[in-house]
């Protein structure tokens, strides 16, 4: 890229900069306050665990109680986010049988879903938590294996300071619409695309 190219793009980019931080002005009627909110990450793209485990490290930096349950994931695995909420002393639990494509029995991993469900509820409702990640919770909503009801019914009764998160891709539009914050992942590129397998510390 030649030097021109950058000045130009600088030029524009400060004047852009400098027309928004002019126009600013701070919305009124935010509310004030600890309010629990419901995230979804969602998407077909990398990082809506990486982007709930970020979430998890920074409410652990501010002293609030964390916890996940992951879906998926058996109750063996050892990946590097494993590792380290371990080392902070942040409880995760796994609550599947591995990928849905690698299953040998669906009918044990919808069992395993349901059951996880019970112990996440359990959790959701017990006031001793201020963040609750489900990850790859999506699926089982999908697949049936969780009834959408109660899973909303337990959302709605949770205290009003939980924080809850739920990941994973085709996020139903019932859970869309009842979340405070929906970020959804699409893919531009990724790395398998061009034969590069995953990467210990990245993918795992």
Same mark, same amino acid.
């Given at each position: 890229?030649?030097?021109?190219?950058?000045?130009?793009?600088?030029?524009?980019?400060?004047?852009?900069?400098?027309?928004?931080?002019? #126009?600013?002005?701070?919305?009124?009627?935010?509310?004030?306050?600890?309010?629990?909110?419901?995230?979804?990450?969602?998407?077909?793209?990398?990082?809506?665990? =990486?982007?709930?485990?970020?979430?998890?490290?920074?409410?652990?930096?501010?002293?609030?109680?964390?916890?996940?349950?992951?879906?998926?994931?058996?109750?063996?695995?050892?990946?590097?986010?494993?590792?380290?909420?371990?080392?902070?002393?942040?409880?995760?639990?796994?609550?599947?049988?591995?990928? =849905?494509?690698?299953?040998?029995?669906?009918?044990?991993?919808?069992?395993? #879903?349901?059951?996880?469900? =019970?112990?996440?509820?359990?959790?959701?409702?017990?006031?001793?938590?201020?963040?609750?990640?489900?990850?790859?919770?999506?699926?089982?909503?999908?697949?049936?294996?969780?009834?959408?009801?109660?899973?909303?019914?337990?959302?709605?009764?949770?205290?009003?300071?939980?924080?809850?998160?739920?990941?994973?891709?085709?996020?139903?539009?019932?859970?869309?619409?009842?979340?405070?914050?929906?970020?959804?992942?699409?893919?531009?590129?990724?790395?398998?695309?061009?034969?590069?397998?995953?990467?210990?510390?990245?993918?795992?």
């Amino acid at each position: 890229m030649s030097d021109t190219v950058t000045a130009e793009r600088r030029a524009q980019a400060m004047q852009a900069l400098t027309e928004q931080r002019d #126009a600013y002005r701070k919305r009124e009627g935010i509310s004030k306050g600890r309010r629990g909110l419901l995230i979804v990450n969602t998407g077909h793209g990398k990082g809506k665990t =990486t982007a709930a485990l970020g979430l998890m490290l920074r409410a652990h930096g501010r002293g609030l109680r964390v916890r996940m349950f992951q879906f998926l994931k058996h109750d063996t695995a050892k990946f590097g986010e494993h590792r380290t909420l371990e080392a902070l002393g942040i409880p995760c639990q796994g609550l599947g049988d591995g990928w =849905t494509w690698r299953s040998k029995d669906l009918e044990n991993s919808a069992a395993l #879903a349901e059951h996880g469900w =019970t112990l996440a509820r359990a959790a959701i409702l017990g006031g001793e938590d201020d963040l609750i990640v489900l990850d790859e919770f999506t699926y089982p909503l999908k697949f049936g294996w969780v009834p959408w009801a109660d899973v909303e019914a337990t959302l709605r009764a949770r205290d009003p300071r939980l924080h809850v998160v739920i990941t994973g891709r085709d996020a139903l539009p019932e859970l869309v619409a009842l979340a405070d914050t929906v970020s959804e992942i699409q893919p531009v590129k990724h790395a398998y695309e061009a034969g590069i397998g995953g990467q210990s510390g990245i993918e795992y």
